[in-house]
């Protein structure tokens, strides 16, 4: 009890005898450390066009006190309507009770003035002294939807990914990068903030500076992207639903990644609406879906390559092997057609096979290699692993063997899916990014590239080929465009070796694929274009990686 | 009879429980509560989910209040060296997968919630010291001996962490169970005595930001934007709240984020600052009811055991109290020791339910069942 005494004499002593004291210190509590953003690190294109940058803005901000007083808030309104900025009393009390948690902490009244906006605001001499001007630094993305995939945004920081980040590095109202190379660049981009220490008044209001850290500036990042290129694989695609890619087939710089449709980053990284976020998020085509990376298609006959490998690789077949085509053939109990039902290729062996896309021709390969060994040489080339392209949210597809099979329906694994894994369709799920780095690795002799953004970076894996079969399978896809489907993407002014493919697609028309590489004598890029519901690999998606890579070759 | 009917008889008892200690207890949680909010509200949203959980653990600790009450102080202390044993392996677990935060290692970090063991093992500390202290009353040494080293083991692994709040709690809980279970005056002397000869060891045994806060401690202008901070600004909130206070989410130290850890080491600083001597005298005068009910309790009770028990746990309740507020006006050094019952903190709330629960069984056996 004496012990209770003796603390309730010391409140005394403090809150009664020295009371006044303590307010004087409260209110002399006058230093406040204000963090200073970092302007955050522009991104360039290969060519060094801006593609992300940022401006300043102004946000004019009040206390909530300060609006309080009727006629304080009238003079604010009758001001800035003098001004052409109409905000009636109540719109202005609407907006200070949206954000009001408490008396001390300021406002926004108008965010986003322009520097001459607020100069000519501030020079005014009817210039409410309650308002004041903070600073802030607004993204902004010239290119627009363009690169909207390769980019992502900026927004304010979640409170899930406060958690995420270590303590303290990040505090709520930050900026952080979602989604893209924002997303993954962040620590690099973001820079460090700096500090103001400045002395205040009662009301919070910065009265002078005291001291002061330089926020630093976050670095820039060149890209190896061509913004021309991805400008023309835009209009090549007109508009049609897909994804195009394009990167160097020796160090896997990435010149042009279109996802199709896009969106626009601007108004994201402004704030919008969730009115507006819920629709972009419900559109039923995904506009926020990245096709290259996170898109997974049955790769159908463009994914012939691999089994022509491995079938030369494991010795199945020859050069000189050949099968009869009639226009199909019966697997087990199945009868599995060629897309040629009527008559067939008649005689065909691998580079023919590959040419004129027989299916017959891959379903005897295939049935011959075995389905382990179609396997192991996807996986080889990468199928089923993300490429660790430098992007957030990247998909692995599908490999879908039989192991696969067992485990997700139970069942074992029959001839007539080896012959459907054979042609590309079935459970085998790519993206379009790792169907071009497969074709990269057929192009370079053999290595494993990883596809970078960044310039200059590069990564990859010698896969040991065998260069027999490599040779082969070259010729084959090279036949493709000189005589075989694919001619319509040799039209371009540069020799291209590629594969069509027609995906079988359940909800609607055939998914159009087209990859490849030129030059064929000195392989310099690889593109690939996929159109959903393009129906003709040939026609809808063949021009528009041989205008690429045209393109490409002319302009590098 | 069966477990149910057994639970309600056991229930049924809560009619005789101390009121006037729950009316004391009812409004310190509430202050507590409001307090939190007051604390956090220049942060927002965060305001509102930290008072709600808040009021989530005060639910959370009457339900621990009625399973200790339910089961009696009796069948507890038949289960003490299991409790205690418990608790030291719980202490253990911590130094080896616990979360360091400021250089000590004092929780589990369940994603959700923060567990702090410390807090329950008062509770298994108490228990074990009625039970010990009754089974070898401390009138030789070597009893005397005896429960220092049983409750040595709990207090060298707080000290490990190192929470030094913590050893301090449990070392003056030791110290008046030995002395209510009657231990002599020339023990209880040299105890003391040898409390105060080690302490230049124990300086020792600081880490060097302990040893600020002490420094600190006498002389608060030595650092004022460091360690002297959280002194200097508590003390201007408390001061600065004056008579009746500046008012309800008013006061500028905690909204302006001046005042450091104000939702849990210094709600009480938030408290004064915004509802002023006046508000602080009303608290202290709740604290003094719970205190002195509990002692009463103690008085009154005929077994020895219940007697010691409700002293340790007066000794926990009456330091933390003493120690929190004491910082908080700038008359004892920083120990990070919580508040009871307004701090926020679910380990805390939830332990000092059950131990409520505990004094509350003591108090109802010590009424008679007939009149």
Redesign the interface.
Known sequence: MVSLVVLVVALFRLQVLQSDLYVNLAARNRLRLVRMPPARGRILDVNGTVLATNVQTFDLMVYPLDLQDKETAEEVSRFLKARGIPLEVEQMLERVRKEFTVPYRAVTLLPDLTLAQLSSLVSDPDFPRQLFPVPVWRRVYPAGPLVAHVLGYVGEVTREELERFSPGDYRGGDHVGKGGVEEFYESVLRGTPGQEAIEVDARGRKVKRVGFIEPGQGEDLELALDLGAQRLASELMAGRVGAVFAMDVHNGNVKVLFSSPNFDANPLAWGISSREWNELMRDPVRPMLNRVIAGTYPPASTFKVVPAFAALAENAVTRRTTFTCTGGMRVGNRFFRCWKRDGGHGPVNVVKGLRDSCDVFFYQAGLRTGIDALVKWGAVFGVGEPTGIDLPGEARGNIAGPAWKLERFRERWYPGDTANYSIGQGFLLLTPIQLARIYAAIANGGKLVTPRLLKGAKTSVSLQLPEGPLAIVKEGIEEVVLRGTGRRAGQYGVSVAGKTGTAENPHGDDHAWFVGYAPVENPRYVAVALVEAGLHGSSAAGPVVGELLGYLCRFD | MTGLGALREDLSRLKDIDRVLVAAVIPLLAIGVVSIYSAL????EVAVSMALRQVVWSVMGVVAFMITFAAGYERMFRYGYWLYAGALLTLTALLIAGYTAKGATSWFDFGAFRFQPSEPTKLALSIILAVFLCRYPPKTLVNILGVLLLSSFATVLVLLQPDLGGVIVYAFMIFVALAVAGTPRKYLLLLAGIALLSLPVGWSMLKEYQKLRMLVFLNPSIDPLGAGYNVI?S?????????FGKGF??G??S??H?LPEAHTDFVFSVF?EEF??VG??IV?FL??VL??RMIRTAARSGDQRGKILVAAISAWI?FQ??EN??MT?G?APVTGLALPFMSYGGSSLVSLGAALGLVQSVHVSARPQYE
């Open positions: 509200a220049g942060r927002g600004q003390r201007i909130a408390v001061g600065a709240g004056g008579l989410l008013q500028s130290q909204k302006l001046f004064s002023g001597f602080a005298s202290l604290f003094a205190l002195w009456w109290i003493f507020i004491a006006v008359i």
